[in-house]
């Protein structure tokens, strides 16, 4: 289908940076001729909240995870229909605007935006363009502020932005392509995400049965004889390992920070590491304590860490020596152990689950003691079986990350041929027209289930019925 996919073979200079040449048989007009604003306000508040996101458009607020209150009543709040284009003026350069499928009400702040001529301008076909990277950029030149994050972009700046007008049929078939290529894309994506939380899954078995002793790594299989370890979390163990208290494994490490020490920090997805390298692996600047620098906790290579959020996900390794913030413990082994054993038994899932059970959790985010760490009793197997037992699974883990690596690079790789794909159909670069009278009339939903939703066209249809509701004729607001 995208394969055959080519150029028009006649085309114009549009005159627009961003959009470049066009088709000569279509238009390019500012957004005021094709749009008009409304402001329609509930007198009741019991319409179906929405929201806008910049990754879907317009959506139910319970549907996605929003972090701003409910206001007491929505009285006097805006109101859109199926069809209208919604926007959020603060962050449209970024993605936050689309056509909605759905009545209901929306902040008072966003704009509300319905098509002169519903019955020759296809609304699907406005979405992709509005929310397509160089119309985003346009609208990003088009706001005015101080900051990124408060870009303001006003009606008028917005009904003058220049955009492509193909013909009404053409609109459709673009629209008609595009949802197909979202419905294949998605199906595919989904099946990748699907495979990633398999092989954690996966890994987090192998790390859990590998660290008990379920199974004997060398030969894949349970060990020949088991005794009760008298530990619940534990159950029973293989004959010739022992179980031993934690305080007879590991210690609180004392000393407080050196005058060279570098500042660490305690993270769940990379262990103990120096705060520099976790600012450049995130993209992003953490708070640095600048202040009682000494009384931080010294931290030495292959210590452990009792961080703030232990609870959820273990102890952590440390991976270089430096300082840590006061109220961490820092555990040092007291006896000759493999660290990378107890590395990958301090994030097991059956460890985790048992060191959450010594903390009542009046709280979020309670803190952990040295006293619920001893409260844990940890296995200790032979020393060389320890080593035994790491590297096995350092070389599964590297065979599995190496897989989950693979499935997200192909993620990544897809939504962006995704997105350069809508930017040149939706620009005129590439013609749909064939591919999208050729695409079945019924469409498989994108997790690739045997459930069919029905073309485009109708689905609106259906969605505006569902309502009830039809959109009250109003006059244009601010065209």
Wanted: proline residues 5%.
């Amino acid at each position: 289908m995208i394969a055959e996919l080519k150029p028009y073979t006649e085309v114009k200079n549009s005159g627009i940076g961003w959009l470049g040449s066009v088709p000569t048989h279509w238009h390019v007009v500012r957004v005021k001729q094709v749009f008009f604003g409304v402001d329609v306000r509930s007198s009741t508040g019991r319409e179906e909240l929405l929201t806008v996101s910049s990754d879907r458009g317009v959506v139910p607020r319970k549907s996605v995870s929003v972090t701003m209150f409910k206001a007491e009543s929505y009285v006097g709040h805006k109101l859109c229909w199926p069809g209208d284009l919604v926007i959020n003026s603060l962050w449209a350069w970024a993605g936050g605007l689309g056509i909605s499928n759905f009545h209901g009400l929306i902040s008072s702040a966003y704009g509300v935006y319905r098509l002169r001529d519903p019955n020759s301008q296809e609304g699907k076909f406005f979405h992709r363009l509005f929310r397509s990277v160089p119309f985003n950029y346009e609208l990003k030149v088009r706001s005015q502020g101080i900051w990124t994050s408060r870009l303001l972009l006003s009606d008028s700046a917005f009904y003058s932005a220049p955009i492509p007008l193909p013909p009404y049929s053409e609109q459709k078939s673009i629209a008609r392509f595009l949802n197909h290529l979202e419905l294949l894309t998605e199906r595919y994506i989904r099946a990748k995400e699907k495979l990633i939380t398999l092989l954690e899954e996966q890994k987090q078995v192998m790390i859990h049965d590998a660290v008990t002793g379920r199974i004997d790594v060398c030969s894949g299989k349970p060990y020949p004889a088991y005794k009760p370890s008298g530990i619940e979390w534990l159950g029973d163990v293989p004959n010739h390992w022992k179980v031993s208290r934690a305080k007879r494994v590991f210690w609180p490490r004392t000393e407080y920070a050196r005058p060279d020490d570098i500042q660490l920090s305690a993270t769940q997805a990379f262990g103990v590491i120096a705060q520099q390298k976790y600012e450049e692996r995130i993209g992003r600047k953490v708070t640095k304590v600048l202040r009682h620098l000494d009384k931080r906790r010294h931290v030495e290579v292959d210590d452990f860490v009792i961080s703030m959020r232990s609870f959820q996900g273990g102890v952590e390794r440390a991976w270089e020596s430096g300082c840590i913030r006061s109220y961490y413990i820092v555990l040092r082994p007291v006896t000759k152990l493999s660290v990378d054993y107890y590395s990958h038994l301090f994030k097991s899932i059956g460890y985790i689950a048992a060191l959450q059970l010594t903390a009542n959790f009046i709280r979020d985010g309670q803190d952990l003691n040295f006293s619920n760490f001893c409260q844990v009793d940890l296995p200790f197997p032979p020393r060389s079986e320890q080593k035994e037992i790491s590297d096995a699974l350092n070389d599964a883990m590297a065979n599995i990350a190496s897989s989950i690596n693979r499935a997200n690079r192909e993620i990544e790789l897809l939504r962006e041929y995704r997105t350069r794909l809508i930017t040149d159909v939706v620009t005129g670069k590439l013609d749909v027209r064939e591919a999208a009278a050729n695409l079945p009339e019924m469409e498989a939903i994108a997790d690739g289930s045997d459930e069919k939703i029905p073309a485009e066209s109708d689905s609106q249809q259906s969605n505006t019925t569902l309502h009830n509701e039809e959109p009250p004729t109003v006059p244009g607001v601010g065209s």
